[in-house]
């Protein structure tokens, strides 16, 4: 199996423990940035996860932000990329047995480690029921065009080196 994970700046800590736990169980992880607590843009890392499991290149994703919501959404425009906010293993087990979702976000500073390691657990290893092919279709097609450009966030980059941007 292989995992896909990015977060932003303020929880690079968390998802360091998340990778760590996922290779003590043998699950190679690509991990998408960010690598430091330097202020960034957490879209692109939601769309860098999102895009390697909508174009195959793993079989799940994981995003972490503060709360979970922004890189959540983020990650959710991505064409092909069904995401869930997780805050329960219930609606882990549902989005994945009803949904096929593929990405799973997280509120670094909201849930624990141990509640979210559950709650991976039980997104990689609950299956498909295979049931709802035609709304999954729909739902994927509400995107119409792909959106996998590791540049798209280009010109943001280029304002933030040149100290457009200021906390």
Not at 46 to 52: E, L, P, Q, Y
Not at 93 to 119: K, P, S
């Amino acid at each position: 199996m292989k995992i896909a994970i990015g977060c932003d700046h303020i929880v690079t800590d968390i998802k360091d423990k998340v990778v760590e736990m996922l290779q003590r169980d043998k699950i190679e992880v690509v991990d998408c940035g960010t690598y430091d607590f330097q202020r960034t843009h957490y879209p692109i890392f939601g769309n860098k996860v999102a895009s390697k499991v909508a174009q195959k290149e793993v079989d799940f994703g994981i995003v972490i932000c503060g709360t979970g919501v922004g890189i959540s959404n983020g990650a959710q425009k991505t064409k092909g990329a069904r995401v869930l906010l997780a805050k329960d293993v219930i609606s882990v087990v549902d989005a994945r047995q009803n949904y096929d979702a593929n990405v799973i976000g997280f509120g670094g500073r909201i849930v624990g480690l141990g509640l979210m390691y559950e709650m991976i657990e039980a997104f990689i290893n609950t299956k498909y029921a295979n049931k709802n092919q035609d709304l999954i279709k729909k739902i994927d097609n509400l995107i119409v065009k792909p959106n996998y450009d590791e540049n798209m966030f280009g010109e943001e980059l280029k304002k933030w080196d040149e100290g457009f941007y200021t906390d």
